[in-house]
């Protein structure tokens, strides 16, 4: 994979930290030797023998295998002014993330081998990984299904309609027949669309006192319910459920994973952290879909993520510019930016809030992440693995501001929180991305 980097060190050692690798059982003192690109030695501290061209002092840290998410909008093609590759990519550094998943709702969308090939070349200027996920269906309008076969060889490493479900029936099941076919996961935005018309929030006691059309929990539980059924059905199909918001969703994932399905899902931080009672009056900064859940949801979230139901922390980071936010709120776009507070959000309020173990954080950004789309060699700092590393520091108290930001937009509720834990070093194949 490419990447707009400069110098390039062949050898780094990370020296001091504390190693938590989830995928290799791995949470004590370790030092790492990083080598042309891959995890050469791990070994207690003081143990690696052989020299380094740079040495990373970790002490205090923790070391972690580089973040994965799953779930980012970098807007190209078409849609620069909302976010690039360079800048979306150069926020995900910052957030500590080493690799992201790109959503195909661009302009074009990302339906085409050439697309998918164009979102990897160089020029682009990431500075993390890009792994593309392509549209299922064609201009993502839900009617015909895409070549799955030659966006996978393009290096499509899912398919996706996100912004839209996959709705009609047998479309939904000959994606997940042919993904199955080909090893190749379907990701679903559970958006029963019929119910949802002109909704730019969650259904509840809120909604009803603003004035504003609520999408129900129902109308996202009756796609997972249908989804996990062809999922259950369907022989090596793999279904994967993008930001799942509510309680009723989760019994259908926890379904389908009783039954042996190949189904995971995600969730995102605004959904572990904010409810609709914390969004401020037609402030279109709380505004995304799914919209923020009832208080209910959102402690569904908190046991299903310290359970393991849930795989990974995703952030459908959706960078939107001022002009396009600042308008009534049934109208402005739907969509928060998330790739800079997502660690922090997720340390605060998994770890120190409902104690939820820090290995287990850890797992949720990097080990259940690479399984969900099967991202060989990451995920884990076992030796021979990629060297990408994500290096944090989880007691650093800070406050983001959003005008600090490296995305190119600055549409986020969380300016001016204070939060814990913060994002030290990022290494991308051995080099350090962002310090
Ligand atoms: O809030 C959202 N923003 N939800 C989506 O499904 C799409 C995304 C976007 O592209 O802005
Ligand atoms: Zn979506």
């Not at 490419?2 to 990370?14: C, M, N, P, Y």
């Not at 052989?50 to 779930?71: N, S, T, W, Y």
């Not at 994500?390 to 549409?411: G, H, Q, V």
């Not at 814990?420 to 310090?435: H, N």
Request: include cysteine; charge should be neutral; hydrophobic fraction near 45%.
């Amino acid at each position: 994979m490419a990447h707009g980097k400069t110098k390039s060190a062949s050898s780094l050692l990370i020296k001091g930290g504390h190693l938590i690798d989830p995928a290799a059982r791995v949470d004590a003192l370790m030092d790492v030797l990083l080598k042309d690109g891959r995890v050469a030695e791990v070994a207690a501290p003081n143990k690696i023998r052989g020299a380094a061209d740079e040495k990373f002092d970790a002490r205090g840290l923790i070391v972690a295998p580089g973040f994965i998410d799953l779930h980012v909008h970098l807007r190209e093609p078409g849609q620069g002014h909302k976010e690039t590759i360079a800048t979306g990519t150069a926020a995900a550094a910052a957030g500590g993330f080493t690799s992201v998943c790109t959503m195909p709702n661009t302009a074009p969308v990302v339906d085409s081998a050439e697309w998918v090939e164009w979102l990897r070349q160089p020029e682009r200027g990431a500075v993390v990984n890009v792994f593309p996920i392509a549209a299922a269906t064609r201009s993502s309008k839900g009617a015909t299904l895409t070549d799955f076969r030659s966006l996978q060889r393009a290096g499509a490493i899912a398919v996706t309609d996100d912004g839209k479900p996959i709705l009609e029936d047998a479309i939904m099941r000959e994606g997940l027949v042919l993904g199955g076919e080909l090893n190749f996961p379907v990701v679903q935005h559970a958006e029963d669309t019929r119910m949802t018309e002109d909704c730019s929030m969650h259904a509840g006691a809120r909604s009803f006192r603003l004035g504003l059309r609520g999408m129900t929990a129902a109308a996202e539980a009756s796609v997972v319910e249908r989804d996990v059924q062809l999922a259950i059905q369907i022989p090596n199909a793999r279904l994967h459920v993008a930001h799942l918001s509510t309680a009723d969703a989760l019994k259908g994932v926890r379904r389908g994973k009783r039954a042996k399905a190949r189904v995971t899902c995600e969730v995102t931080p605004h959904h572990f952290t904010l409810t609709d009672e914390d969004m401020r009056d037609y402030d279109s900064n709380y505004k995304m879909n799914p919209p923020l859940r009832s208080a209910s949801d959102l402690e569904a979230i908190l046991a299903a993520l310290a359970d393991g139901t849930v795989d990974a922390i995703a952030t459908d980071h959706a960078p939107h510019a001022l002009h396009e936010k600042q308008m009534e709120f049934e109208r402005a776009a739907f969509g928060i930016t998330g790739l800079e507070t997502a660690l922090a959000l997720a340390i605060t309020k998994l770890h120190r809030e409902k104690r939820i173990p820090l290995a287990r954080v850890v797992e949720l950004f990097t080990a259940g992440p690479a399984r969900c789309f099967d991202l060989r060699g990451r995920g884990s700092l076992a030796r021979g693995s990629v060297a990408d590393v994500t290096i944090f520091d989880p007691k650093k108290k800070w406050t983001f501001e959003a005008a600090k930001s490296l995305s190119k937009s600055r549409n986020t509720p969380f300016d001016g929180w204070q939060l814990q834990g913060r994002v030290v070093a990022t290494i991308v194949s051995g080099t350090i991305v962002y310090q």
